[in-house]
């Protein structure tokens, strides 16, 4: 099968054109029923990039919701993000209902919310990391979309914008608590994900893959249990207090004491085994975490 190059939508007017819904009343913002998008055989079978912000909410009438296989909280429909530049595939298989607010950075960028919108990690999650709701949620959610929307449709004036961004930051806020509270009701879900970063992570420094491959990444640990690198570590940090970068760390001095007390290996001996190029990059890390440098560690035990 030919592999089709991503289709790039610079406007809102272009994606309303697109889905074959009416046009925007606000050429920088708009918000868009689900059930009344056409399937247009131009997004079928082919990635496409938008070039601005993207929230939906969704639920589907067909049965299994199409954000892949994941652990569902709730099945009263869930919330995507989507940010710029990112690549989106339309799912031809359910028919979905819902909302989606569509809004250009430009409509922010005059506002604080324009620099802290990277703030909200979840517009990198995969889709089958979608935000799942509870019915209150939901209604807290609703709530909001229907705002924008009877703003969108008075009539347009110098405060319009201003009261477009509050509800959108609100919005965000509120799906930054929900995606917390997931954290939480997927405790079980995610100690099992816990466990086996620390087993990959011991397997990493026994098979001694760091001499080939380096320092083991947060990329690396989120490709092998099939997560997105910022979903993984704002899920390790609700869990344990620590993002996936700080586990590697703990890890790595871990193993490194370990190595300094029962081995007679060298500090660069070790450094390398580690994976690190070079012995003075991993004895300023080993005193930047224990306050002492790898020889004054071993020293302290003889």
Known sequence: MEKKNPLRIESI????????????????????????????????????????????????TTGRMGYGQGYYDFNEGGMMFTAPNQLIYVDNDAQYFGATILFHPDFIRNYPLGTTIKKYGFFSYETNEALFLSEKEKAVILGLFDNINNELNTSIDEISQDVLVSYIEVLLNYSNRFYKRQFITRKVVNNDV????????????????????????VEYLAAEVNLSPRYLSDMLRALTGQNTQQLIHVKLIEKAKEKLLVTSLSVSEI????????????????????????????????
């Open 194 to 217: 816990l466990t086996k970063i620390e087993h990959l992570l011991d397997i990493y420094f026994a098979d001694e893959k760091s001499l080939v491959s380096g320092l083991p990444t």
């Open 271 to 302: 450094a390398y085994q580690l994976g690190f190029e070079h012995p003075q990059s991993f004895s300023k890390f080993f005193k930047t975490k224990t306050n002492l440098s790898p020889g004054e560690f071993r020293l302290s035990f003889n």
């Open 13 to 60: 007017s272009e994606i309303h054109e697109l889905l074959r819904v009416p046009k925007p009343v606000h050429p920088l913002i708009s918000l868009v029923d689900n059930s009344q998008m056409a399937t247009n055989t131009e997004l079928l079978n082919r990635p496409f990039l938008l070039n601005f912000y993207k929230i939906s909410y969704k639920y589907s």
